[in-house]
């Protein structure tokens, strides 16, 4: 089975274009979690580099959320194959349009470096989308950690709103007249 067979097998999302031809080395690879996408650089040779657990086995790291909550992380050559497993991905240099890329041989060597390292690892300042854009564009972006943050705004912001409106509530109910 192709790649191409095996992402449209994968992926239930109709929205989701097809995945352009082979990843090239220095590609940002979007891997299609469960419940998030898992980022990656694509290094040549069927090979990327990406953030694991620091305390879990390389094959419990690819299928497990715990990266998530963690607050180390080690940076990891695989085997593309390996890391998406039964999930789908995609070659996705999204922030081409206003991000100038590296040489692709520094953005290799950077990565290269990096290998066996154990990182800071934080969901919404570092995390794995931070960390291969750091390396392909010289500056870590997110767009999770933007509709994260995003997400906990409104949500505090609708706490903060439904608590005022109970205690107006509260206060109207309580009167004597």
């Known amino acids: 089975m192709d790649k191409q067979q095996h992402f449209a097998m994968a992926s239930n999302d109709p929205d989701l274009p097809d995945p352009p031809g082979d990843p090239q080395p220095g590609d940002l690879i979007e891997i299609f979690r469960p419940a998030y996408q898992h980022w990656?650089?694509?290094l040549g040779d069927g090979y990327i580099i990406n953030l694991t657990?620091?305390?879990?086995s390389q094959a419990a790291a690819m299928s497990s959320v715990k990266s998530v909550f963690s607050r180390k992380a080690v940076v990891r050559m695989q085997l593309l194959k390996e890391v998406v497993g039964s999930d789908?991905?995609?070659?996705?240099?999204k922030y081409d349009h206003n991000h100038t890329p590296l040489p692709v041989c520094e953005i290799i060597e950077r990565a290269q470096v990096l290998i066996d390292q154990e990182v800071s690892y934080d969901l919404l300042g570092s995390n794995c989308e931070h960390f291969v854009t750091l390396l392909r564009y010289g500056e870590g972006v997110s767009e999770q950690a933007t509709?994260?943050?995003?997400?906990?705004?409104?949500v505090t912001a609708a706490a903060s709103a439904f608590s005022v409106l109970g205690l107006?509530?509260?206060?109207?109910?309580?009167?004597?007249?």
């Open 53 to 56: 657990p620091v305390d879990e």
């Open 88 to 93: 789908s991905y995609r070659v996705n240099n």
């Open 40 to 42: 990656a650089l694509y």
């Open 147 to 154: 509709r994260a943050i995003g997400a906990i705004s409104l």
């Open 168 to 177: 107006i509530n509260t206060r109207s109910r309580n009167r004597p007249f």
